[in-house]
């Protein structure tokens, strides 16, 4: 099935600092999506990309869907306490109604104060 | 608007014992789904629904029932539990297939013991 690779499984910042995510695929996807998921919760949508090429901001946030549709990136600027968790990314080959999320393993977040 | 409830929050069983977990949103969603959440695994699609009276199989099936006679509920019924199924099982809704991004509810944690 499938696949989508996210890597490395955590990652270790010190507050203010930037990050960035990858998100690759061996197939093409149409829309991409990232979440966010605090410890004892389930995962919340961040940011959808609907678009190659397309680049959206939430905040700190920033998503791109990529180019080749078989990848996508999240980075997180000036990271503060709060921005601790499970990043997931998330895509559709389709839109149809019967078409499903294919989830990445995610990578956890750790920032130190 | 209360979006997806999940009950219970915890749950210990004995192997062989059955149980349903209930899940129900408020939002008219035709799609729901059920994601299991294991350390290093990310999320895997149980099962999911397009519309009251469809289901179909996910990736990780077997053990687990589902049924959707209401557009509004969607349990999931573990028939004779097993330690193999100790895990958080995270149920999500959407309007289509996911491209416009699931609501999750909060888990359901489940031991087997």
């Known amino acids: 099935g499938q696949q989508l690779n996210q890597s490395p499984q955590s990652m270790f910042i010190q507050e203010g600092e930037d990050v960035s995510m990858n998100c690759t695929s061996s197939?093409?996807?149409?829309?991409w999506l990232w979440y966010k998921q605090e410890p004892g919760e389930g995962p919340v949508l961040l940011i959808a990309?609907?678009?190659?090429?397309e680049l959206t901001s939430n905040g700190r946030l920033t998503a791109q869907f990529g180019i080749t549709r078989k990848d996508s990136f999240l980075n997180i600027s000036a990271s503060i306490p709060s921005d601790v968790g499970i990043y997931f990314c998330?895509?559709?080959?389709?839109?149809?109604?019967?078409?499903?999320?294919?989830f990445g393993k995610g990578i956890t977040l750790s920032v130190r104060p | 608007n209360a979006g997806v409830t999940q009950t219970p929050k915890f749950q210990v069983l004995k192997t062989g014992q059955s149980m349903t977990l209930q899940c129900a949103q408020d939002m008219n969603h035709e799609y729901m789904s059920w994601y299991r959440q294991d350390p290093g695994m990310g999320l895997r699609l149980i099962h999911y629904?397009?519309?009251?009276?469809?289901?179909d199989q996910g990736e990780v099936p077997n053990g687990y029932n589902v049924s959707r006679s209401t557009t509004e509920d969607f349990p999931l019924r573990l028939l004779s539990a097993a330690p193999s199924q100790t895990s958080v099982y995270f149920c999500?809704?959407?309007?289509?297939?996911?491209?416009?991004?699931?609501?999750f509810g909060s888990g359901t944690r489940l031991t087997v013991v």
């Open positions: 998330a895509g559709q080959e389709d839109g149809g109604a019967n078409s499903k999320l294919t």
């Open positions: 990309l609907y678009k190659a090429g």
């Open positions: 197939s093409i996807f149409n829309t």
């Open positions: 999500a809704s959407s309007y289509v297939g996911g491209g416009y991004g699931y609501t």
């Open positions: 629904s397009v519309g009251a009276g469809i289901t």
